[in-house]
């Protein structure tokens, strides 16, 4: 059995129950970064075997990992914060283990992008999850891509490119778009920030951006 195990974006109360005793059980833990999540072990009292998986080696441990679970191993994947495959490592694996008739189990738990979402104010009940935008090439055309885009949009972003990106948004969308822009979800300096594209860049040109961002939009009327 291959389990994906959410893991918290903040809080480490948000762990559930069941997360704690899968990764007590499993013969092995696959970790984006081994020192993160070594400390949240640590944490819970779990001392699971832990292995590096990541974006940069997943297509080369991949295929060891299935040998593992083809043998009869339960091999558990968390990443640094939140459920693996949403903007994390994991889809290739998830991919090749179910290619290999592996059964795959997703645990219920942390991601950021819901408690944005539903905070937000704006209409959750449609809507559309668009990750990190490129860094560079390509990141203008796909924004224009989503001009007439009606759900609302979620976007993760990091400090560096939280003004650019709303300065962005604002240029095709229109600085009287609805945003909410919130940052450390579930941590102690949680803060959400909602109004016009115009007023929220204005205030994070002011106040500088820290932590990490999930920037909601609402789609076009």
């Given at each position: 059995?291959?389990?994906?195990?959410?893991?918290?974006?903040?809080?480490?109360?948000?762990?559930t129950l069941r997360a704690i005793r899968i990764l007590k059980e499993a013969d092995v833990v696959l970790a984006e970064d081994t020192r993160t999540s070594g400390i949240l072990l640590k944490h819970f009292g779990i001392q699971q075997h832990l292995l590096s998986h990541h974006k940069f080696n997943e297509h080369g441990t991949s295929a060891a990992v299935v040998e593992r679970l083809k043998a009869g191993q339960t091999v558990a994947l968390v990443s640094d914060a939140g459920t693996p495959g949403i903007s994390d490592p994991g889809f290739f694996l998830v991919r090749e283990a179910v290619k290999a008739g592996i059964e795959v189990q997703t645990l219920p738990g942390a991601t950021a992008l819901v408690p944005a979402l539903v905070s937000s104010g704006l209409p959750c009940d449609r809507f559309c999850f668009e990750g990190f935008l490129p860094q560079k090439k390509g990141r203008q055309s796909k924004i224009q891509s989503l001009a007439d885009e009606e759900r609302t949009m979620v976007f993760y972003e990091s400090p560096y490119r939280v003004v650019k990106t709303l300065q962005q948004l604002g240029?095709?969308?229109g600085t009287e778009r609805r945003v909410s822009v919130c940052r450390e979800i579930s941590k102690v300096h949680e803060e959400c920030v909602r109004?016009?594209?115009?007023?929220?860049?204005?205030?994070?040109?002011?106040?500088?951006p820290r932590g990490e961002f999930v920037i909601v939009v609402a789609g076009k009327n």
């Open positions: 059995m291959l389990y994906i195990v959410p893991t918290p974006v903040g809080n480490m109360e948000d762990m240029e095709v969308f109004g016009t594209l115009a007023e929220v860049t204005a205030h994070f040109q002011e106040h500088e």
